[in-house]
């Protein structure tokens, strides 16, 4: 007669499936496994599609020795996604500490779906523009995900930096329509310039190197696929690395590589050191960045942005009566209550004068390297 096997036999053999599953499925890629901490180094947290995925390891050997570099264990997909109860709830365990978070959301968002969310048919056809499909994500929903998202990701208290969606191609999946994903770029640039976001762009990197008439040249995207060969994912891999670098640790030369501190290439007659210290550009005129003359009540100030994640920079407020001189120094200045637009590594403040009799008084911000 057939008996029962014991309890304790069925119990083993789900412990034994749990314990394939959880090492064979969960970690299968390499990129998703746990790292060891250094912990000299910070820690940042890449969170991303399937084309991060593929660059993940990249970046992790590019910043051996500057960040211990994470991932989410998972397929990023879209904003929606992030939002749901596989997404950030999971991905972002309150007990751990980041200090950046490399991010990006919009291919899943562009790609398209039918109504019940499937990418497929009954009969296999993918979703397209043709058979009564549309993107997963509506442009206004992208908009205003990305700023649910944001609320989130500030809550950890990392630095943020955002990467533009890769370039999507002709692609041979139909759901993938090509140029798709430029006005969700321009959506994301626009809410991360609001928030004082930096934006990664690597929609332009990978633009650049798609060849639609010669695909046996191509050199950094598989040719009608959205996905990039090994060479696209290092390339992608490095620039992300210098993105987080300028962020994590910011100096001069990783911030203006191709500048020398006394160079205005841009001819709005400001230094790019200072356009550094102030958090200006090196291609576009910055004179709104200028310190500007106010008043606070009857008291007359000056108000200004300057950099504060740098600690080799010394910016330090000085006044005068007369251009020649002598500039006497200021202290430090009072932050602004209102700090919204300021890029992160920033503080909008007002520096105070003292009392004085003269009704000309010059102010100037003395910005030098204390390395």
């Not at 912990?39 to 050997?61: C, E, F, H, M, Q």
């Not at 809550?155 to 041979?172: Q, W």
Request: charged share 20%; proline share 7%.
């Amino acid at each position: 007669m057939n008996q029962r096997p014991p309890f304790c036999s069925f119990r083993q053999f789900f412990l034994t499936c749990l314990l394939t599953l959880t090492s064979g499925s969960l970690f299968a890629q390499v990129e998703f496994q746990p790292i060891t901490d250094d912990p000299k180094l910070p820690r940042v947290l890449l969170i991303g599609d399937s084309v991060s995925i593929a660059y993940t390891l990249n970046v992790r050997s590019e910043l051996a020795g500057v960040a211990n570099v994470h991932r989410i264990a998972a397929n990023g997909g879209s904003t929606k996604t992030a939002l749901g109860y596989y997404g950030l709830v999971r991905w972002l365990v309150p007990t751990e500490k980041w200090d950046l978070i490399h991010f990006n959301h919009g291919l899943h968002d562009a790609c398209y779906r039918f109504p019940d969310g499937s990418d497929k048919d009954a009969n296999g056809n993918y979703a397209s523009p043709t058979n009564g499909a549309s993107p997963n994500v509506s442009l206004l929903q992208y908009e205003y995900n990305l700023g649910v998202i944001l609320v989130l990701l500030k809550k950890t208290g990392a630095k943020l930096v955002y990467a533009t969606t890769t370039s999507i191609p002709n692609s041979i999946v139909p759901k993938y329509v090509e140029g798709s994903e430029v006005p969700y770029n321009t959506i994301a640039r626009r809410v991360m310039a609001g928030e004082g976001i930096p934006v990664n762009d690597l929609w332009d990197l990978s633009s650049k190197n798609y060849n639609t008439v010669f695909p046996s040249k191509r050199t950094f995207q598989i040719y009608r696929d959205v996905h990039f060969n090994p060479e696209g994912s290092l390339a992608l891999g490095k620039q992300v690395a210098e993105s987080i670098k300028r962020v994590l640790k910011p100096t001069f030369q990783t911030v203006f590589p191709q500048q020398e501190p006394s160079n205005d290439s841009d001819g709005d007659g400001i230094p790019a050191f200072i356009e550094y210290a102030v958090g200006g550009s090196s291609t576009t005129a910055d004179g709104k960045l200028l310190p500007q003359a106010k008043f606070v009540g009857n008291t007359p100030c000056f108000a200004a942005m300057v950099r504060n994640d740098d600690p080799s920079l010394r910016i330090t407020p000085q006044f005068a009566t007369s251009l020649n001189g002598p500039w006497e120094s200021l202290d430090s200045g009072v932050a602004d209550a209102d700090q919204a637009g300021v890029p992160q590594g920033f503080q909008r403040k007002a520096f105070f004068l003292p009392n004085a009799s003269n009704a000309r008084v010059f102010f100037r911000l003395h910005v030098e390297s204390i390395k």
